[in-house]
């Protein structure tokens, strides 16, 4: 099984403030990999599959990058909504794993 | 529009059955794979299982399969997960997720999911 290990934990930003959270995966999975974001209450979001490509109707603000097994999600300037839990998914084996999310929370 | 409906979750015994449905609309659905994705209270999000368009594969986590039967019924763009000796550790909200591809892939629609306890 491919683990998926995010980093930091928990994030404490303002709005405005630059994002970059961390995905790194037990063996390599090419570009397999995928963003979700999720509000409480609120099934989850696909924000970025295939590493970098933004799903419909995602904001340019949110960008990914890395390959092989580190990853990143970027988000260029915070907004009031974009405080959620943040996880990564892997397609390159089975069984299909998430990380276990970063929480980006109001400092 | 892209809508999947889940129904079916509850209250049950440890050792006890379920069903859960998960009915899709807005998009050819035998050209899609379909997961069930689970999500423990305050937990994250843990994958369960996932069919192909067709229905002719499945693959399931460890820690269910034995368990639980994904299957669906194409004529009635219908997927049923079928959960037999259920634990404490199944409770969850379960939510049922679009593939982005025939089989297996990313998540790109969900539902809003179901609620299902496991407990005395």
């Known amino acids: 099984e491919i683990v998926l290990t995010q980093s930091p934990a928990t994030l404490s930003l303002s709005p405005g403030e630059r994002v970059t959270l961390s995905c790194r995966a037990s063996?390599?999975?090419?570009?397999?990999l995928a963003w979700y974001q999720q509000k409480p209450g609120q099934a989850p979001r696909l924000l970025i599959y295939?590493?970098?490509n933004r799903a419909t109707g995602i904001p340019a603000r949110f960008s990914g990058s890395g390959s092989g097994a580190d990853f990143t999600l970027t988000i260029s300037s915070l907004e009031p909504e974009d405080f959620a839990v943040y996880y990564c998914?892997?397609?390159?084996?089975?069984?299909?794993?998430f990380g276990g999310g970063t929480k980006v929370e109001i400092k | 529009e892209v809508q999947l409906l889940e129904s079916g979750g509850g209250l049950v015994q440890p050792g006890g059955s379920l069903r859960l449905s998960c009915v899709a609309s807005?998009?050819?659905?035998?050209?899609?794979?379909v997961s069930w994705v689970r999500q423990a209270p305050g937990k994250g999000l843990e994958w369960v299982s996932a069919?192909?368009?067709?229905?002719?594969?499945?693959n399931y986590a460890d820690s269910v399969k034995g368990r639980f039967t994904f299957s669906r019924d194409n004529s009635k763009n219908t997927l049923y997960l079928q959960m037999n000796s259920l634990r404490a550790d199944d409770t969850a909200v379960y939510y049922c997720?679009?593939?982005?591809?025939?089989?297996?892939?990313?998540?790109?629609?969900w539902g809003q999911g179901t609620l299902v306890t496991v407990s005395s």
């Open positions: 807005g998009f050819t659905f035998i050209s899609y794979g």
């Open positions: 063996q390599s999975i090419s570009n397999y």
């Open positions: 069919i192909s368009g067709g229905g002719d594969a499945t």
């Open positions: 997720a679009r593939n982005t591809a025939i089989r297996g892939g990313f998540f790109d629609y």
């Open positions: 998914q892997q397609r390159s084996n089975w069984p299909l794993t």
């Open positions: 295939d590493v970098s």
